[in-house]
């Protein structure tokens, strides 16, 4: 069965950091693109970043491009999402998803994506 879960979410002051754990069960973590997306109360979800399975190449969503940076430990099977800089129009819940994936094409539809997490609230009070 496989699961992704997310922590590190909470409430932080703009201007504050914070990073989020996506540990990832059940699959063949290096095998898989892992994406992070977010969805804001009353908003579509959007696509924040991804990256490639060997954790050389990323790509990111313009609104967080300069302040977030995603990350990945193969051997521990987890992808990072490291978050700076943060203002109030960040506040979300946080998901991460996996699609198993060969290719260097990233994909910012979560549609594509075959496994989801629950994901993380990120709080940013101004």
């Known amino acids: 069965q496989v699961q992704l879960v997310e922590s590190g979410g909470g409430l932080v002051q703009a201007g504050g950091s914070l990073r989020l754990s996506c540990a990832a069960s059940g699959l063949t973590f290096s095998t898989y693109t892992m994406g992070w997306f977010r969805q804001a109360p009353g908003k579509e979800r959007e696509f924040v970043g991804a990256i490639l399975r060997t954790g050389d190449k990323t790509s990111y969503a313009d609104s967080v491009k300069g302040r977030f940076t995603i990350t990945r430990d193969n051997a521990k099977k987890t992808v990072y999402l490291q978050m700076n800089s943060l203002k109030p129009v960040d506040t979300a819940v946080y998901y991460c998803?996996?699609?198993?994936?060969?290719?260097?094409?990233?994909?910012?539809?979560?549609?594509?994506?075959?496994?989801r997490g629950r994901g993380t609230q990120v709080t940013v009070s101004s």
């Open positions: 998803a996996a699609r198993l994936d060969f290719s260097d094409h990233f994909y910012t539809d979560d549609a594509n994506y075959r496994y």
